[in-house]
């Protein structure tokens, strides 16, 4: 993957930020004292496609780490299993820390695969730590009933995931997040690759530390 590629993705990354960004002028983003954001639940068409969007973005960049870090996954793998090869190969992912103009997290601390048994009695792996991902799901699949899943909260989420995927790439393929840290993006932030003032360096990826 060339650094060309990467461009790619994070304008790609960018436009979605952009639309994202786009609706705070009919919903408030913010933050409110409890700590949570205060229109967390506010669901719209709008909400609804970007979501799909950057889920779908999501798993195409998660198997591209994955065959950029030599993972022998297949191209048709489902999310449990490319969870399951990113989690043993970037054990620190969740560690990583993303900002907001409103707040500070990381999104995919709890991202993990369980076994569970299922209602015929059998044990199957699930996927946790990423209901964003179990809501697109839902709408792709049944919009009608779960149409409420697509609201703010599920949005900001997915993004802020996709965005350490971003950067997880970036560093596997090149070495460095320099291009993602220097061209920046209008929502999203981190501290991590060179700084946008200077030439020292900032803080490195967990798994790269």
Same mark, same amino acid.
Request: with cysteine; charged share 20%.
């Given at each position: ?67 950029? *870090?030599? %993972? /022998?996954?297949?191209?048709? +793998? ?6 399951? $090869? ?63 899943? *697509?609201? %703010? /909260?599920?949005?900001?989420? +997915? ?6 995927? $971003? ?43």
């Amino acid at each position: 993957m060339t650094e060309v590629d990467i461009k790619n993705n994070w304008y790609y990354f960018r436009s979605l930020a952009k639309q994202l960004q786009d609706t705070e002028q009919y919903v408030d983003h913010s933050i409110g004292t409890a700590g949570m954001m205060l229109n967390a639940g506010t669901f719209s068409n709008e909400f609804a496609k970007i979501l799909l969007l950057v889920s779908s973005e999501f798993e195409v960049i998660a198997k591209t780490l994955c065959v950029e *870090a030599g %993972l /022998k996954i297949p191209w048709n +793998a489902n999310i449990v299993r490319i969870t399951k $090869e990113i989690k043993s190969n970037y054990p620190h992912i969740g560690d990583t820390l993303i900002r907001t103009p409103y707040q500070s997290f990381q999104p995919l601390q709890n991202w993990t695969v369980v076994q569970v048994t299922n209602k015929n009695g059998k044990t199957e792996d699930q996927l946790r730590g990423m209901s964003w991902w179990e809501d697109h799901n839902k709408i792709k699949h049944n919009r009608r009933n779960y149409f409420q899943t *697509a609201h %703010l /909260k599920n949005c900001v989420d +997915a993004m802020a995931c996709l965005m350490i995927l $971003e950067l997880y790439l970036s560093q596997t393929a090149l070495g460095n997040v320099d291009i993602i840290t220097t061209l920046g993006c209008c929502y999203f932030d981190c501290d991590y690759g060179l700084s946008h003032l200077s030439v020292h360096s900032r803080n490195k990826l967990p798994d790269f530390a």
